[in-house]
């Protein structure tokens, strides 16, 4: 008899909304009090400044705006677990667009109010079942929001990296939310049930192929902090560095996860 096919991982909607504008609130925060020399900061992203940096995680939410004023696709036709593979086909013009929304709004603090502003109006009129045609397929607006929490989580993480002693704070269920995505996304990427990847407080899946565990301790477990995770799902950490520096425990035979990451490009 074959395995039980998974139930997908339900989000609280009202949660997940809550969450990307927590998280929004928070850099907006933070983005108000820099000043023209640490906009001007390099980050880890390529070419983009901070200020580039600032105006792409903008940017990363009225994806829901942009969405929002395309028809709506005829039917759901992919999952959200599915998302963070579709997220490089763009990469190029996603990096053109984050250069011109930079250049236009040089008061980013505005920017990102009328951002917030404008994604209240916008939940306000719309179902969490509106579908949305989005680069990884047809999505309802729910599920989608989730995937900003990837962004917004991850983006925040590069800001902090960019400027010394900035230290955005995370909200807790922004990154409960990325988390999961991304550990979900494994175990779709290694479907399988040898090895156990444990992400406390907020996640543990089952991924790889081989023996399956039923009882005690797992063969093969991997262990890492939310944080270590994002960066090493998203690129910002490989992952053999990771091991090296002890931001992960890997035991087992099957427990390296190098060849399947990062996730998202």
Same mark, same amino acid.
Request: some cysteine.
């Given at each position: ?42 980050? +880890?992203?390529? %070419? ?55 250049? %236009? =709004? ?13 994604? =209240? ?11 949305? %045609? ?13 995937? +900003? ?5 991850? =983006? ?56 399956? =565990? ?8 991997? %262990? ?22 002890? +931001? ?18």
């Amino acid at each position: 008899m074959p395995p039980a096919k998974k139930r997908a991982r339900s989000y609280d909607p009202a949660k997940t909304r809550a969450a990307v504008f927590a998280q929004l609130g928070n850099v907006r925060e933070a983005v108000r009090g820099l000043t023209a020399e640490q906009l001007a900061l390099p980050t +880890r992203l390529g %070419e983009w400044t901070v200020r580039e940096l600032v105006a792409h995680i903008g940017m990363a939410v009225t994806a829901v705006h942009r969405a929002l004023d395309r028809p709506a696709p005829p039917k759901q036709d992919v999952q959200v677990v599915e998302w963070p593979f579709a997220t490089a086909a763009n990469s190029a013009a996603i990096a053109d667009f984050t250069r011109n929304v930079a250049a %236009e =709004h040089p008061d980013l603090d505005a920017y990102l109010a009328d951002v917030e502003q404008s994604l =209240h109006t916008l939940l306000d009129a719309h179902p969490g079942s509106r579908l949305l %045609e989005t680069n990884a397929g047809a999505l309802p607006l729910d599920d989608y929001l989730v995937t +900003r929490t990837v962004e917004l989580v991850a =983006h925040t993480d590069d800001l902090n990296a960019a400027v010394p002693g900035l230290d955005v704070p995370y909200d807790r269920q922004a990154l409960a939310a990325a988390t999961r995505l991304l550990a979900d996304a494994l175990a779709v990427q290694a479907p399988g049930g040898s090895t156990e990847v444990r992400v406390p407080p907020y996640a543990v899946v089952q991924c790889i192929e081989g023996p399956r =565990h039923t009882r005690g301790t797992p063969p093969n477990v991997v %262990e890492t902090d939310p944080l270590t995770w994002i960066r090493l799902a998203t690129g910002r950490l490989a992952w053999t560095d990771a091991v090296e520096e002890a +931001r992960v425990s890997a035991s087992g035979e099957r427990a390296d996860l190098g060849d399947l990451l990062p996730l998202m490009a």
